[in-house]
């Protein structure tokens, strides 16, 4: 058993499942925005507007959004211990490995905010 | 005369390691990699390499051939040379003691961390524990490991963290006991493995799979632990 701190879920199995999940909710989204696309080729300001201020359109673009950054986090994470290690650059490396895990964290979370305040601000 | 390059490296001589170049006579012969390596050996007894049975049971003789995985003793030169080149190379990502032999130290911690052994406290019956061929047979395919560390060494996740990555070997070991309908402590085992390290760290890569001399499939038996720990934790 390896603890963790930095990583999302605390656990493989929840990392894992939110990994999948999120891919999911990443996909049905992408194929609904080009299916979009192709369903309405006059698509005009107006309507786009108003396909994203709609409750469902929003909760379908945030729930993304925040399947975006659970999916960044949990690969970042995997990037950042597979290649900033002790192991491999030497004894500075956990430092580097906390700057850099924290600094993923808050620009994600940043991200999301100002997404949110995006989609609510139109 | 096939030509061999072989990785050198004796830590109290050289600075560094380096390829040694040989020419040896097969005489049309598709002899397996470890004749040759005998061969080389008897005229040049500074060469060191691990070997015992010389027929792919003990798993002593892993080392990567023309740059793949495998038991020097039954890999055919037909398979492992390529323009008349064979290449030999000790197993990477573990540390070299000397020219073909590795420090397989933190694989066996690996191995030892899974609980490699049967655990029943029940009380023992007179004779043995009875299993159903059923049962039985899901051992096939997870028993028959010879521990050669062709796979984890073949891994890239290994590579990067094999103090706590537990790597293909030891998955497919683990599965192996709790997979046993003799075993009791399957909870147990579970919970140690669900960390994002242990078993979760295994992407799919499948090079364990591709370098297996046994024929066996870790990702295969990685998607089972993976399927057990979801039954149990939702």
């Known amino acids: 058993m390896v603890t963790s701190v930095t990583s999302l879920g605390r656990s493989g199995l929840s990392d894992w499942m939110i990994q999948r999940i999120s891919a999911w909710v990443m996909t049905s989204y992408l194929v609904f925005i080009v299916g979009y696309f192709f369903a309405n080729p006059n698509l005009d ?30 690969g970042m994470w995997c990037v950042l ?22 600094g993923m964290i808050a620009v994600t ?12 601000g139109i | 005369m096939l030509n061999v390059s072989i990785y050198r490296y004796n830590p109290e001589v050289d600075a560094e390691p380096y390829m040694q170049d040989f020419e040896v006579d097969t005489q049309g012969k598709d002899l397996m990699v470890l004749d040759v390596l005998e061969k080389l050996k008897a005229e040049d007894p500074t060469l060191v390499f691990r ?49 073909l032999v590795i420090d397989m130290g933190q694989f066996y911690a690996q191995y030892e961390e899974i609980q490699p052994y049967m655990i029943n406290n029940s009380p023992a019956p007179a004779i043995e524990r009875l299993q159903s ?53 399957t909870e147990e085992r579970l919970a140690n493995l669900d960390d994002p390290f242990s078993v979760f760290r295994c992407h799919g890569i499948m090079n364990c799979v591709q370098v ?22 939702t």
């Open chain 2, 133 to 185: 061929p059923e049962e039985r047979a899901k051992l096939d395919g997870l028993y028959e490991c010879i521990l050669c560390a062709c796979c984890s060494t073949a891994c890239p996740s290994f590579w990067w963290n094999p103090d706590k990555f537990i790597g293909p070997s030891g998955l497919l070991q683990a599965y192996r006991f709790l997979a046993d309908s003799r075993d009791t402590a």
């Open chain 2, 212 to 233: 297996c001399p046994k024929g066996l499939n870790p990702t295969k038996a990685i998607g089972h632990i993976r399927n057990m720990l979801i039954n149990s934790a």
């Open chain 1, 81 to 102: 211990t597979d290649y900033i290690t002790v192991r491999l650059i030497g004894p500075k490396a956990t430092a580097i490995r906390i700057f850099f895990q924290l």
């Open chain 1, 45 to 74: 300001y107006a309507q786009w507007t108003e396909l994203n201020s709609s409750l469902p359109m929003r909760m379908f673009s945030l729930i993304t959004i925040l399947s975006i950054a659970a999916h960044a986090w949990i």
């Open chain 1, 109 to 120: 979370l940043l991200y999301v905010l100002w997404a949110i305040d995006i989609l609510w």
């Open chain 2, 51 to 99: 070997r015992s049975c010389r027929e792919g049971v003990c798993g002593s003789d892993g080392m990567n051939i023309s740059g793949k995985n495998g038991l020097a003793c039954v890999t055919p030169l037909s398979e492992a040379v390529k323009k008349n080149k064979l290449v030999v190379r000790p197993l990477p990502g573990l540390p070299v003691i000397r020219d």
